[in-house]
């Protein structure tokens, strides 16, 4: 199907729809674990379904958004999110070269992959082929979430965002990678979350070296983070504000982003 523009000329701010065991949430994202027995640290579940919040950024016109199933049982909400904006959403969360067809089907512009293209902490560049035969590089997305190691290095983490792979994200990295996929998203896993503020460090290194578009997600808590990611990113780095915003509990008003992103295109 048409495909809504993505970043035609400047920053954009990004929606979100994040699912854990099939309900709309904003967690803290340092508190995923394995074990189904502990619960994540919550900031945020909704009473309304998966898509109701597509319908609204569909009305409000923010294509390129994300789903992010957060383990299993988020099916059935993901796709009825998808179905409900087609061609405006991206899917993440457990896809691989099985399952993306199926999200592809019901609407998502393009799908997200991590864990799938990484075996034993290392890049499996044969995954990545595997993953790019069926979906091609054009509806591929690399998601390089990361944490900060004791080097003071950012390494892509995986397995919902518990495990380090060996892969930092670095020029080498991204210009490796860039010619991959047609977009990356890049989780700051420390602050997710936490509305303590962006990494700005790695926005600014994505500013410095990314040529394909980005967006970053991770403690954006005021209007005001708009603005420092436009400047530290050089335009070139989009913006996913998520617990912070009102629509999940937050105090930033869903609103004034939506205004904000007017003031973009005007």
């Not at 990113?233 to 982003?257: E, Q």
Request: net charge negative; glycine share 12%; hydrophobic share 35%.
């Amino acid at each position: 199907g048409e495909r809504a523009p993505q970043n035609p000329g400047g920053m954009r701010f990004r929606p979100c729809i994040d699912l854990h065991n099939g309900v709309v949430k904003q967690i803290v994202g340092g508190t995923l674990s394995d074990d189904s027995t502990a619960a994540p640290k919550e900031n945020f579940a909704a009473d309304k379904p998966s898509s109701y919040y597509a319908d609204m950024y569909k009305a409000d016109k923010l294509p390129g958004g994300h789903v992010i199933a957060l383990g299993p049982g988020n099916e059935e909400a993901a796709l009825a999110a998808l179905k409900a904006y087609p061609g405006g959403m991206h899917m993440g969360g457990g896809v691989n070269p099985g399952n993306a067809q199926k999200f592809l089907d019901a609407g998502a512009s393009h799908v997200i992959v991590t864990s799938y293209v990484f075996k034993d902490g290392k890049l499996d560049w044969d995954k990545l082929e595997e993953v790019l035969k069926v979906v091609g590089k054009e509806r591929l997305v690399l998601d390089l979430s990361c944490r900060k190691k004791e080097d003071g290095k950012y390494y892509v983490v995986t397995d919902r965002w518990q495990k380090f792979t060996d892969l930092a994200v670095d020029e080498e990295t991204i210009r490796s990678l860039e010619s991959k996929c047609s977009e990356f998203l890049v989780h700051a896993v420390d602050v997710e979350g936490k509305m303590s503020g962006i990494e700005k460090d790695i926005v600014a290194m994505l500013g410095d070296l990314v040529t394909i578009p980005c967006t970053y997600a991770g403690g954006a808590t005021t209007m005001e983070d708009l603005k420092l990611v436009k400047e530290l990113g050089k335009g070139k780095v989009d913006l996913t504000i998520g617990s912070a915003l009102d629509i999940f509990g937050g105090s930033v008003k869903y609103s004034d982003v939506v205004a904000w992103q007017r003031g973009e295109e005007a």
